[in-house]
């Protein structure tokens, strides 16, 4: 039988460990808001790649959240090389749950927007793996996503028109504007440019002054770049 002595020097020490998961915690967040102020706010890429190489952010972060941070800013300037470097690197390290479905998430959406065709199925078949007996409705959701985005930026299957239709009814402002241009892109590859243009329409005044719009705008004087963007 513990004596009373053991039982609070127990409660203390348990005690003293919440507390100290709690601070490193708000140490983390804080130092993952900084980061992607750094670089999306501030568009400082250089200063980003510093602040990651700062040993103290080591000691705090573990190595595969910090080799996807480094996926982040390569994916933010278009390095291509030191992307599919990155890339590599997680695949060869152990990642917990999350960082998994972060890394396959971040790794198809980048292959996606270079029709890199076996990236993207790579990837795909990660996240179906990882998620394909999850119960989560918005585990479930994201995998749903990803073999839609697949069968858009991929395949180019018009048989999804009607269901992405039926998903832009549903939303409003910019995830709205999002689906229209990739309706747009269908039915590109489809054929029926009245609908690419009233598409092409209806995705620029969703995606206004978004970092859609100038794809969104050489889309509407060039049909044929709805090939690759």
């Not at 348990?14 to 140490?27: E, G, P, T």
């Not at 890199?116 to 918005?138: G, I, P, T, V």
């Not at 996503?145 to 402002?173: A, M, P």
Request: proline share 0%; charged share 25%.
């Amino acid at each position: 039988m513990l004596s009373s002595f053991n039982i609070i020097y127990l409660l203390v020490s348990l005690f003293a460990s919440v507390i100290l998961i709690f601070i490193l915690r708000a140490i983390q967040n804080s130092a993952l808001s900084e980061l992607g102020k750094c670089l999306y706010v501030d568009n400082d890429s250089i200063r980003y790649f510093k602040m990651l190489d700062n040993k103290r952010l080591n000691l705090i972060l573990r190595k595969g959240t910090l080799l996807i941070l480094k996926l982040d800013g390569y994916i933010f300037i278009n390095d291509e090389l030191n992307i599919e470097k990155t890339a590599q690197c997680l695949e060869n390290i152990r990642l917990s749950q999350a960082e998994k479905l972060n890394f396959y998430q971040k790794y198809l959406s980048f292959a996606l927007t270079k029709n890199k065709s076996s990236a993207a199925y790579k990837a795909l078949n990660k996240l179906q793996l990882l998620l394909q007996n999850e119960k989560d409705d918005k585990l479930k959701e994201i995998l749903e996503d990803s073999q839609l985005l697949v069968k858009i930026y991929i395949e180019h299957d018009v048989n999804v028109i009607s269901k992405l239709k039926t998903i832009e009814n549903k939303q409003s402002g910019k995830a709205k504007g999002i689906t229209q241009y990739r309706l747009a892109k269908l039915f590109y590859f489809k054929g029926d440019n009245l609908q690419v243009m009233e598409y092409l329409h209806k995705a620029s005044n969703n995606l206004r002054e978004t970092e859609w719009s100038p794809i969104i705008d050489a889309a509407i004087l060039d049909r044929s770049i709805l090939e690759v963007k």
